[in-house]
């Protein structure tokens, strides 16, 4: 299926109760630019008689990017487990985020949706990840030039099997209509 947008990416905090997976209150993790997503694999081969008798390739998990016009202060807050720091100055106050050694990231859900053709017919692959562990993301400044060039935050994780028996990794539906999508996407948090 050709895509040709994103939209909606959303996180949710991920919550294991013996096996039973759950979710919290999903938020915007920022304005979608792009994801990509590449799987791991746990490969094995069995040689006998001189030549390659069995072969297994099973999904592991994989790694996670995703670029957003900027990152909301909760989703940092929630995903990089930063904390929010206030600071007077004269004139006022200016609230920010502190990042430390100290931080530890949580496990977040993520679901996003884009539009694609099949078969000439516009429809909306949902896309939802069971289980993502984020860093912060790289910060990159650039000096304006002749040509502007606008630089924004990727954030690269990594996602991996959930607790439930099932072992869930990631879960891709196509529907029909954008109401469907966005209903699917706040769905997978239930």
């Known amino acids: ?12 905090p991920y919550q294991n109760n013996n096996g039973t997976v759950s979710y919290g209150t999903a938020i915007s993790a920022g304005d979608a630019m792009t ?8 490969e094995a081969r069995l040689y006998a008689e ?9 999904a592991t998990g994989g790694t996670i990017s995703m670029g957003v016009k900027y990152i909301p202060d909760d989703a940092q807050h929630l995903m990089f487990g930063n ?5 007077s100055i004269s004139g006022g106050s200016v609230s920010g985020n502190l990042t430390t050694g ?7 859900g ?3 949706y884009a539009p694609a053709m099949v078969d000439g017919v516009e429809k909306y692959v949902c896309v939802f990840v069971s289980r993502a562990l984020f860093g912060p993301p790289s910060m990159n400044y650039q000096t304006l030039g002749e040509n502007i060039t606008f630089n924004t935050p990727t954030t690269t ?6 607790h439930s028996t099932g ?5 891709v539906a196509t529907v029909d209509t954008e109401a469907k999508a966005i209903a699917w996407c706040a769905a997978v948090f239930s």
């Open 167 to 171: 072992k869930n990794l990631f879960e």
């Open 1 to 12: 299926m050709p895509s040709f947008d994103l939209r909606h990416i959303y996180v949710a």
């Open 83 to 87: 904390t929010a720091k206030s600071r």
């Open 35 to 42: 994801v990509a997503m590449e799987l791991r694999f746990a």
């Open 157 to 162: 994780g990594e996602f991996l099997a959930d």
């Open 110 to 112: 993520v679901a996003f």
């Open 102 to 108: 100290k931080d530890v990231a949580a496990y977040v």
């Open 50 to 58: 001189s030549t390659l008798a069995e072969y297994i390739r099973k």
